[in-house]
């Protein structure tokens, strides 16, 4: 999935920064229990504010399938992010979020909750972010996923 945002190059007077644009969804899975096999496009939105060390906001798309394997379900989602995160001085991040998904091809919601904890740190001179948290299913359809999960990520920043 691909997604731009074409935006404002400062927030709004109320100090929202927000940007709408084209989602796409490719076919790339490396394995077709992976992925729909299906070409998709839609629109993109992301909306937040960050006053102090608080950051809140949402980010949704939704995506339609345009092309792809007739032998596959089209695709009509819609995806929801909630999430509201906080600073701390030596820059570690506690954040919750959701990343909800709305089948409307089957009429399911796929509701998973994230508590994450991060840290942004520097190896020489490249900065970069560790971070971990928890998952949990709140919502999930008969076939999906359910209970706990866990997730660790390292991101490389490349800043100006």
């Not at 109320?14 to 899975?29: N, Q």
């Not at 345009?66 to 596959?72: H, I, L, M, S």
């Amino acid at each position: 999935m691909a997604s731009q945002f074409f935006s404002p190059k400062a927030p709004g007077e109320r100090g929202w920064i927000w940007g709408v644009g084209p989602v796409e969804l490719l076919p790339s899975a490396s394995d077709e229990m992976l992925g729909g096999e299906k070409w998709g496009i839609g629109p993109t939105g992301v909306a937040l504010k960050q006053e102090g060390p608080w950051t809140v906001g949402l980010l949704a798309n939704h995506i339609w399938s345009v092309a792809g394997d007739d032998d596959r379900a089209d695709i009509n989602a819609t995806f929801l992010q909630p999430f509201v995160s906080y600073i701390t001085k030596t820059k570690t991040t506690f954040a919750v979020q959701t990343e909800s998904t709305y089948d409307w091809e089957n009429e399911a919601w796929s509701v998973p909750v994230i508590a994450q904890v991060s840290q942004m740190f520097k190896t020489g001179p490249q900065i970069l972010q560790f971070a971990a948290g928890a998952k949990y299913w709140a919502e999930s359809p008969d076939n999906g996923q359910d209970g706990w999960g866990f997730r660790a990520q390292l991101t490389f920043l490349f800043p100006k």
